[in-house]
Nanobody
Framework: QVQLVESGGGSVQAGESLRLSCAIFSYTYGFQCMGWVRQAPGKGLEFVSRISDQGTTSYADSVKGRFTISQDNAKTTLYLQMNSLKPEDTATYYC??????????????????RGQGTHVTVSS
């Protein structure tokens, strides 16, 4: 059974940084794309960033220039480096993954796998 396990969340002050990690278990074939989404209290899932198997990346306008998505060489861990954090970045962050070849263009609700989330709180 495929598992995505996020870590690295926490409470920080505005302007500080965090790095989220997503470890992949029980999937040896390689995903076509992976990404991060977030959900603030009382709101729906919001796209944050995505990376394709070829290394193509995409970011939400709200995080562009501040967040960086990456993978380790073995593609068993996904990262999200978050710099210059703002209070509006407060949310639960989820890792997503998909094996379908067209997954890079799919909506956040249509990705096959999602982890349990890690919470980020940014105080002003």
């Amino acid at each position: 059974q495929v598992q995505l396990v996020e870590s690295g969340g926490g409470s920080v002050q505005a302007g500080e940084s965090l790095r989220l990690s997503c470890a992949i278990f029980s999937y040896t074939y390689g995903f076509q794309c992976m990404g991060w989404v977030r959900q603030a209290p009382g709101k729906g899932l919001e796209f944050v960033s995505r990376i394709s198997d070829q290394g193509t990346t995409s970011y939400a306008d709200s995080v562009k220039g501040r967040f960086t998505i990456s993978q380790d060489n073995a593609k068993t861990t996904l990262y999200l480096q978050m710099n210059s954090l703002k209070p509006e970045d407060t949310a639960t962050y989820y890792c997503q993954a998909d094996f379908r070849t067209d997954c890079f263009s799919r909506t956040v609700a249509d990705m096959v796998y999602r982890g349990q989330g890690t919470h980020v709180t940014v105080s002003s």
